[in-house]
């Protein structure tokens, strides 16, 4: 394995299943606003991209988008963040691949200090050394912004590293600064989805991920 990799992992849908606590603050910010909530599997389509992109379709104002993600933010505060598990064998190749080397980070669309708490409280989260992710005010929410800032954070070339995550924004964030990447199948995206992404190498367990970083 080699150690100069840099490995950028997603958050949602990578190292937590977080689907209860996104879709329950996406229904209380539609009701909220005097919305229809969606069935489940609508609700499910919230689960990667940036808030203001899901809003911005259903109310068309940005008044209204921006009214909606703060009280998705409300709800997402007191208990959203709390409702995620972790996905089974993600700690243990987390803290293996720390272990042999490898300098690790969290790169997500998430709000950046809920992403935060988020690591702060799992049991490997020792093992990143930042976690980067959407301003609160929206200017930095996509996935190329995101690869971009975590570069410059942390002093990194594209070369020297992978990002990791279970959507096409993942892929897509990558591709954007040509950079290796892993798509996960156990997330919320699928192997169609991270193929036609042009994916470079799918994981269908945590176990597979470090010998994929070594083919």
Same mark, same amino acid.
């Given at each position: 394995?080699?150690?100069?990799?840099?490995?950028?992992?997603?958050?949602?849908?990578?190292?937590?299943?977080?689907?209860?606590?996104?879709?329950?603050?996406? #229904?209380?910010?539609?009701?909220?606003?005097?919305?229809?909530?969606?069935?489940?599997?609508?609700?499910?389509?919230?689960?990667?991209?940036?808030?203001?992109?899901?809003?911005?379709?259903?109310?068309?104002?940005?008044?209204?988008?921006?009214?909606?993600?703060?009280?998705?933010?409300?709800?997402?505060?007191?208990?959203?963040?709390?409702?995620?598990?972790?996905?089974?064998?993600?700690?243990?190749?987390?803290?293996?691949?720390?272990?042999?080397g490898?300098?690790? #980070?969290?790169?997500? @669309?998430?709000?950046?200090?809920?992403?935060?708490?988020?690591?702060?409280?799992?049991?490997?989260?020792?093992c990143?050394?930042?976690?980067?992710?959407?301003?609160?005010?929206?200017?930095?929410?996509?996935?190329?912004?995101?690869?971009?800032?975590?570069?410059?954070?942390?002093?990194?070339?594209? @070369?020297?590293?992978?990002?990791?995550?279970d959507?096409?924004?993942?892929?897509?964030?990558?591709?954007?600064?040509?950079m290796?990447?892993?798509?996960?199948?156990?997330g919320?995206?699928?192997?169609?989805?991270?193929?036609?992404?042009?994916?470079?190498?799918?994981?269908? #367990?945590?176990?597979?991920?470090?010998?994929?970083?070594?083919?």
């Open positions: 394995m080699v150690s100069r990799d840099v490995l950028f992992f997603d958050l949602d849908g990578t190292l937590i299943e977080s689907s209860v606590g996104i879709t329950r603050c996406v #229904a209380y910010a539609l009701e909220k606003m005097g919305q229809p909530v969606p069935a489940e599997n609508e609700l499910r389509r919230w689960i990667g991209p940036a808030l203001r992109t899901s809003f911005a379709p259903v109310f068309g104002d940005r008044q209204q988008v921006e009214q909606a993600v703060e009280l998705y933010r409300e709800r997402f505060d007191s208990d959203g963040w709390k409702e995620h598990e972790i996905y089974p064998g993600v700690g243990e190749v987390v803290r293996s691949l720390k272990a042999a490898h300098r690790l #980070a969290v790169v997500t @669309a998430k709000n950046e200090p809920h992403a935060q708490r988020i690591v702060a409280h799992l049991p490997f989260g020792d990143f050394e930042d976690v980067i992710g959407a301003t609160p005010c929206g200017t930095r929410s996509h996935k190329p912004e995101l690869v971009a800032e975590a570069l410059g954070r942390l002093s990194l070339q594209p @070369a020297d590293c992978w990002m990791i995550g959507r096409r924004m993942d892929i897509e964030g990558a591709r954007h600064h040509g290796r990447n892993i798509g996960v199948l156990w919320f995206g699928g192997r169609q989805e991270l193929e036609a992404a042009g994916v470079h190498a799918l994981a269908a #367990a945590p176990e597979d991920i470090p010998l994929l970083l070594q083919a």
